[in-house]
């Protein structure tokens, strides 16, 4: 079987970096490039940890490109909060001795479904600012969009405001274009991504195995906890970006419904929020545009990340 052509953007950022991780692993997909946006931190950080994280792997042929700055309207606003000041506090990885690419992201999103033969899936698990900008400056690539696989957002849920998730709520506009694209759209909200966790009394399965993989797993789910477990009261960490990944794997751990999303702008309490439309189809008008994810299997979803991880440590010993 041929492997799905992917393209991530992110920002990592603890659970980018276990997204990153399961993408690398999976003989399901083939990551043709990877894109850097401001959001976790600044864009300068998380292309730096983008960079670490494919030396750690061994997987620097991958092209890194860096995304936008800033989101279309606002000013880049980092959660140091939650991922540390340097968008990945946890881990001490080497400063990477690899470079981006010469071509800024939306560039090197454009080439690469240029070239390919075949449609290729966006997975958008930062702000999705570039992917916004693409989807406006390439109109005749659309079509060779297979789907845009996103963590964001939420039905009943946000964390940036009452119903505004983080991604969203950093570039409404962005997410608002990618919402309107017609493109099929997989949504992983809150919804789904605060039931996929890795819980504190599963941490110890990472730092029992050895090898440099499951170490740095071990030590950022240690820091993305302080945040998650303390102030946010989850009992573990929620791993948000690896459900866009993870769904592409195996589309079966994942519940999802049909419905046409969109993105409130203008809202004094709801800028930012999903509005999602999930009455039968004959009660609505608007076309199906997406899937909204609701549920997972929790258990299955923990085993892969453990199986992506001992994929990538048996790729290092056998390199
Ligand atoms: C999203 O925001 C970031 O903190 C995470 O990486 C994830 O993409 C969760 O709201
Ligand atoms: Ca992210």
Redesign the pocket.
């Known amino acids: 079987m041929s492997k799905r052509p992917v393209i991530i953007d992110?920002?990592?950022?603890?659970?980018?970096a276990i997204a990153l991780l399961m993408a690398l692993a999976s003989d399901k997909l083939d990551v043709k490039g990877i894109t850097t946006i401001a959001?976790?931190n600044t864009v300068e950080k998380t292309t730096i940890n983008t960079l670490k994280i494919l030396e750690l792997t061994g997987m620097t042929h991958i092209p890194v490109a860096v995304g936008r700055r800033n989101p279309l309207m606002q000013t880049i606003q980092v959660?140091n909060d939650?991922?540390g000041v340097s968008g990945m506090d946890g881990p001490e990885l080497p400063d990477p001795i690899t470079k981006p690419v010469d071509l800024s992201a939306v560039e090197l999103i454009a080439k690469i479904v240029e070239e390919s033969e075949e449609k290729v899936t966006l997975v958008a698990?930062?702000p999705f600012t570039n992917i916004g900008v693409f989807l406006l400056a390439y109109p005749h690539l659309h079509d060779k969009i297979e789907c845009i696989s996103l963590?964001?957002g939420g039905y009943y849920e946000g964390?940036?405001t009452a119903l505004s998730?983080?991604?969203i709520w950093q570039d409404p506009e962005a997410a608002r274009v990618v919402m309107r694209s017609g493109i099929p759209v997989l949504l992983h909200g809150?919804d789904v991504?605060h039931k996929a966790l890795v819980k504190k009394d599963e941490f110890s399965i990472f730092r029992e195995e050895k090898g440099p993989i499951f170490q740095f797993v071990a030590d950022l789910l240690d820091f993305f906890a302080i945040c998650y477990t303390g102030e946010r009261k989850l009992e573990g960490c929620?791993m948000?970006?690896s459900c866009a990944i993870a769904h592409l794997i195996d589309p079966t751990l994942f519940t999802s419904y049909d419905a046409p999303i969109d993105i409130d702008l203008d809202g004094t309490l709801t800028r930012g929020a999903c509005i999602v439309d999930l009455r039968p189809r004959e009660r609505r008008d608007n076309p199906d545009n997406g899937k909204m994810v609701l549920d997972l299997d929790r258990k299955r979803f923990l085993n892969l990340i453990i199986d992506s991880c001992r994929k990538i440590e048996s790729n290092l010993k056998n390199a």
Do not use: Q, W
Request: charge should be negative; charged fraction near 25%.
């Open positions: 992110c920002d990592p950022g603890h659970d980018d959001g976790n959660a939650v991922h698990v930062g963590m964001g964390n940036r998730e983080f991604n809150l991504t929620p948000h970006d």
